[in-house]
């Protein structure tokens, strides 16, 4: 049985979809909707940003947003005290390990921790995908993030197709 295409959205969506209805079952606020202030962004070219790693990569790099186009990424903005957050992460775990062979990469990208902080929660949580630290708050402002846990998932042409929070 030939596996269907990723970018074909047969994997993505139902991805998504089973997400957010996971997340809606267990109580949590992630639901589709808009946050204020990001209206014009889901079809907008994704703002491209320049972040340490903390954990799942190498030490001291710099991962830049602008190199992953051409595949979707799923940017998931959390903190350590976010209790919403520390649900959801192992659920966006397994969606990175399953479709990481499609070419899907899923960045933590902590707004609110030190790196180290950061790096233990990855570690304890048994998280294989990239953890970013935005303690500058520039991904956070680019993409409008007010609330937390938000996802902000970028097609493989590097424009926003959806923003949950």
């Known amino acids: 049985m030939a596996q269907p295409e990723f970018n074909s959205g047969k994997i993505l969506y139902p991805a998504l979809a089973a997400l957010i209805a996971l997340s809606a079952l ?3 606020a992630v639901l589709p909707r808009l946050a204020p202030g990001v209206g014009g962004m889901v079809g907008a070219e994704a703002p491209d940003v320049t ?6 990569g190498e030490p001291g790099a710099r991962m830049q947003l602008a190199e992953l186009k051409g595949q979707p990424v799923i940017l998931d903005f959390w903190a350590t005290w976010c209790g919403p957050c520390a649900v959801q992460a192992p ?21 609110d921790d030190p790196p180290h902080v950061a790096s233990q929660y990855a570690l304890k949580k048994g998280l294989s995908y990239p953890i970013l630290i935005d303690d500058a708050k520039e991904a956070s402002m680019r993409y409008g993030v007010d609330k937390l846990p938000s996802l902000v998932v970028i097609d493989r042409q590097g424009k926003v197709a959806a923003y949950l929070t």
């Open 26 to 28: 267990i109580g949590l």
């Open 51 to 56: 972040l340490p790693v903390a954990a799942n």
């Open 91 to 111: 659920i966006l775990d397994r969606i990175a390990r399953r479709y990481e062979k499609k070419g899907l990469v899923v960045l933590g990208v902590n707004v």
